[in-house]
């Protein structure tokens, strides 16, 4: 399995265990919520070009950016937006593992 597939793959199975694992009782309604923090890679469509396997989003995307991140731990503190928060970590984390497989972070 080559790591773009094992990346998209994560994206979809960690939000899965979160959703199942910390939020039992509701976690068809949570791993949606956590599923829909991924258009947070609409920021992509500003990248020239515009797919680049060997490229890190972290820092070069705006919302996968430090100060997005920042303000997604932010949204942490706040009941309301903790699950979308979450979504959005999960995703940065995800993301900046990528990096990290490529031996750029």
């Known amino acids: 399995m080559d790591r773009g597939t094992i990346h998209m793959s994560l994206h979809f199975a960690v939000p ?3 959703a199942f694992g910390l939020f039992r009782n509701r976690w068809r ?21 515009l797919y680049d396997p060997f490229r890190c ?9 430090d ?17 979308p928060a979450l979504g959005l970590l999960i995703h940065m ?6 990096c990290v497989w490529m031996g750029i972070a």
Not at 29 to 49: C, G
């Open 16 to 18: 899965l265990a979160c």
């Open 29 to 49: 309604s949570v791993f949606l919520i956590l599923m829909a923090t991924m258009a947070v890679d609409l920021d992509h469509l500003f990248a020239d070009p």
């Open 57 to 65: 989003g972290i820092n070069f995307h705006p919302f996968h950016s």
């Open 67 to 83: 100060p997005a991140i920042g303000l997604y731990l932010l949204l942490l503190a706040f009941p309301v937006t903790r699950l």
């Open 93 to 98: 984390v995800l993301d900046g593992l990528d």
